[in-house]
């Protein structure tokens, strides 16, 4: 170590006794990570050579294979059956979530900036590369759907998309404090409601389908669920009996469960419960039976994280006398709640890919979509699901994997289990 | 100031006083539950008479209307008995199943741990990969793409005459019972019991005098002595059975069903995925101090693996292991989509052939119910006993 290092390590105190970090030639990377011993190296040529193939195999898929499936067949992908002349209704939709998501991501910058300023702690406003290596595949299969494109139209759409969403960012950021989280509750609802009476405009929601109804079904199963979840949950952590043996019985029967029998439920069994001549659609039978399933999930979520939060806490509250709803309401669960963010995404991502489940009971999904795709006279029996499946599983691949990553890195931010 | 002060509590007022309000909340909202499931009820018995569907379970006896390919199960046969075929199928999925999974989570889940860059980098792609794609799709994946390619069955492959591997089924040699199967049976699971008894034997000798206890060695040795001395005493009680394939009609081997495999190995590969995370958290979750421990002891990778880290983090991995075993169990419900015939097919078929729905979807929930909360009442048990008991 040169004189110089040892200076510049002591004029930074954070880094005395740090590791030195030694870099090794490859050759002697090679040597530690990839052949150490004689088994080492076995295992090494092994794999490599699969990975060689398995590389090899990809590319040749890449380049040999026929997309004409998913060309002839992206709008079915996509939007389902949805009337083809009533596109720009869901496009007008995707511009105004676009818009929201620019501002909720603003507004939360925002509110990192004053919390840093509050605290005094240094605050770096990430760059938009550090953006676009957290959102890296989410661009990567806007990039392959629009390669599958014909016209200009659906580049036109992206593009006016992004530049929604880029240019309110600024907006959102600029907010001021006070109305900041109005602002935005008011907003989302304004755009929910603008989206669910443009888009179920014309077809109504059971018209929906393909990524969009994946989608849907997601936020809105998730949305509808969180309430009931939250009660589920206060009710099976209740000190009165009867209120805890009722969610205690309902959430461990939905959990014992698989989807599939509530979705079979849903299609078959929901319409005996309701009043005669009251006979709603496939999507709203499906989003029941999603809400119903979720909301014990949720309830689980939500019991851990009221049990993170110390006993000390509601101890405290009543030593100051707040009434038992007020320390629920402001002292446990905004510690309850905010704990449960990492475990929430991770729901929302096992939700996600359970709404392929939907195919099962006759809907036309991305997954369904692409099976019926190969039911189409050109593409028939000609194992062109060697084409759709993947296609497919990218799109949930992407959701799933940037969100766990998401998840990992709120899980990091909010120190959870860390104290 | 000697004077103790005696005041009567006062009580307040009956709103405000927390014992009532406890009874009041909870009969308010028993009466709430109880009011929207008697409207619940209302209807579903309102409706049900209107169309005509019976409110009983007489159904099961009459016929299912469907047949079942690999069973004995016709379009005449009683519903109950299709439902008790597809409550074996689901069965033939997880027994197999798994012990599979588990093997591979766990080889999987130490790999991403390796210090081989390729073996941890292999690992790391195979559950970010798995783990983040649905179950459902990799179903249909491995049945679209990996079973209906393979050969007709008017043409199909051969292994040696040892297996026959067609898009309808996997067929390959097994053994079929022979005169004397069940007196074998009987002594082999008698020859289990004792088996198990020379391992606690040996695990108490061990205990109490530091002998090696070899119990792997003592148990296995007694099961196959017994095995070897019981075949030959009843004069070959099975014998080889290879795969005949005669037109459509296939006979001998052990044989499974395309749907049946095309399950198998999705459902196993994407719950591994999920087994092979919880794996290395646990082994994480180990502190580093004991790995230390064993490398300043001189003990082998191996060793160090199988006796300090291995069982440490075994008691952190069992109970979300077994949330993974429920899943899978839960996941083999999407045979549906293959027509693997397992319980939710045939219930599925069934309701299509005009089995009353409501009786149907409740017995479907019950089978798996039972089988959850089972599985659930058993992870509690094993959690108990595997909490620390504390240490000074």
Redesign the interface.
């Known amino acids: 170590m040169s004189d110089r290092e040892v200076i510049e390590r002591e004029a930074d105190p954070v880094a005395v006794g740090r590791p030195v970090h030694i870099r090794l030639g490859a050759r002697a990377w090679a040597k530690k ?2 052949f ?1 011993t004689w088994y ?1 190296a076995l ?2 040529l092994t ?2 050579s ?2 060689v193939a398995f590389g090899w195999t990809l590319i040749r898929f890449l380049f040999t294979s026929d997309f004409a499936i998913l060309r002839v067949n992206l709008a079915l992908l996509m939007v389902g059956g949805f009337p083809r002349d009533q596109l720009w209704r869901p496009v007008v939709a995707l511009i105004l979530v676009s818009i929201l998501l620019g501002l909720m991501a603003g507004i939360g910058s925002a509110s990192a900036r004053d919390t840093a300023e509050q605290t005094g702690l240094p605050y770096q406003r990430s760059s938009p590369m550090a953006v676009l290596k957290r959102f890296w595949p989410v661009l990567a299969f806007v990039v392959v759907v629009l390669m599958l494109t014909e016209t200009l139209t659906p580049w036109l759409v992206a593009g006016a998309a992004l530049v929604a969403g880029v240019g309110s960012f600024p907006l959102g950021r600029g907010l001021p404090a006070g109305v900041r989280r109005f602002g935005l509750v008011i907003l989302t609802i304004i755009i929910a409601a603008v989206y669910l009476v443009l888009v179920s405009g014309g077809v109504g929601w059971d018209g929906w389908g393909g990524l969009h109804l994946n989608l849907f079904l997601t936020v809105a199963g998730l949305l509808l669920a969180f309430p009931l979840g939250l009660l589920l949950a206060l009710g099976r952590r209740s000190t ?4 805890r043996a ?1 969610s205690v019985t309902y959430i ?2 939905i ?7 509530l979705l ?2 849903g299609i ?2 929901i ?6 001549g009251f006979r709603p659609g496939n999507v709203t039978r499906v989003l029941i039976a999603i809400t119903l399933f979720e909301s014990a999930y949720i309830a689980e979520v939500v019991r851990g994280g009221l049990q993170s939060v110390p006993g000390g806490q509601v101890e405290a509250a009543q030593a100051l006398g707040l009434a038992p709803w007020k320390t629920m309401r402001r002292i446990v669960l905004p510690q309850a709640l905010r704990n449960t963010i990492p475990a929430m995404v991770g729901q929302f ?1 096992s939700l996600f ?2 709404t ?2 939907v ?2 009971v006759g809907m036309i999904d991305i ?1 369904g979509a692409s ?1 019926s795709a ?1 039911a189409q006279g050109a593409f028939l029996a000609q ?1 062109l ?2 084409v759709t ?2 296609f ?2 990218l799109a ?2 992407v959701g ?2 940037v969100m ?1 990553r998401e998840a990992r890195r709120l899980e990091h931010k909010l120190g959870v289990g860390v104290r | 100031m000697s004077t103790a002060i005696t005041k009567k509590v006062e009580r307040p007022p009956f709103w405000r006083d927390l014992r009532v309000l406890r009874v009041l909340i909870q009969v308010l909202s028993l009466a709430v539950i109880g009011a929207i499931l008697y409207v619940l009820w209302f209807n579903l018995t309102t409706n049900m008479r209107a169309i005509g569907i019976r409110a009983d379970f007489d159904f099961l006896t009459q016929p299912v209307g469907v047949s079942v390919t690999g069973s004995d199960i016709g379009a005449g046969s009683a519903v109950w008995r299709a439902l008790l075929v597809g409550v074996q199928n689901t069965f033939a999925l997880v027994v197999v199943g798994i012990p599979l999974l588990t093997i591979i989570g766990v080889l999987v889940g130490v790999a991403r741990l390796s210090s081989n860059w390729l073996v941890s980098k292999a690992a790391t792609i195979y559950v970010e990969t798995l783990r983040n794609i649905p179950p459902l799709l990799i179903i249909l994946f491995a049945f679209f793409v990996g079973v209906l390619p393979l050969p007709d069955i008017l043409e199909p492959a051969r292994i040696l005459d040892l297996a026959i591997i067609t898009n309808r089924f996997i067929a390959v040699t097994g053994f079929s019972a022979a005169e004397g199967f069940e007196i074998f049976g009987w002594i082999m699971l008698v020859a289990l019991v004792a088996a198990i008894f020379v391992w606690r034997w040996r695990t108490r000798v061990f205990v109490q005098t530091g002998e090696p206890h070899h119990r792997v060695l003592w148990s296995t040795g007694l099961l196959l002595s017994v095995a070897v001395i019981a075949y030959l005493a009843l004069q070959g009680p099975f014998e080889l059975s290879k795969p005949v394939l005669a037109g459509r009609a296939l006979s001998g081997g052990f044989s499974g069903l395309g749907g049946y495999f095309a399950m198998l190995v999705a459902l196993v590969l994407y719950t591994a995925s999920h087994v092979a995370e919880i794996v290395r958290g646990s082994i994480l979750a180990v502190p580093r101090g004991q790995s230390e421990a064993a490398n300043a002891l001189a003990l082998s990778g191996f060793q160090r693996l199988r006796y300090v880290v291995l069982p440490q983090s075994l008691r952190i991995a069992i109970p979300p292991t077994i949330n993974q075993y429920l899943n899978f169990v839960k996941n083999t419900s999407l045979g549906i989509a293959v027509g693997y015939a397992e319980v939710t097919l045939i219930a599925f078929q069934a309701i299509g052939n005009g089995r009353p729905a409501p009786q149907m979807i409740l017995l479907l929930m019950g089978a798996y119910l039972v089988f959850s909360l089972t599985i659930s009442a058993v992870v509690n048990v094993l959690n108990r006993r595997l909490q620390l008991v504390g240490r000074t």
């Not at chain 1, 959990?255 to 029998?261: E, N, Q, S, W």
């Open positions: 990570n990839l150490s080492d295992l090494t794999l490599g699969l990975f009165l009996p009867a209120l009722m461990e029967f959990r014992g469960v698989p989807l599939i029998t079979l439920m078959f069994v319409g005996f419960f309701l009043p005669t991502i890919k359970d392929t489940l195919v099962i997954l099976q190969n194992g699901h060697r499946l993947p497919v599983a949930f691949w799933s994997y766990s």
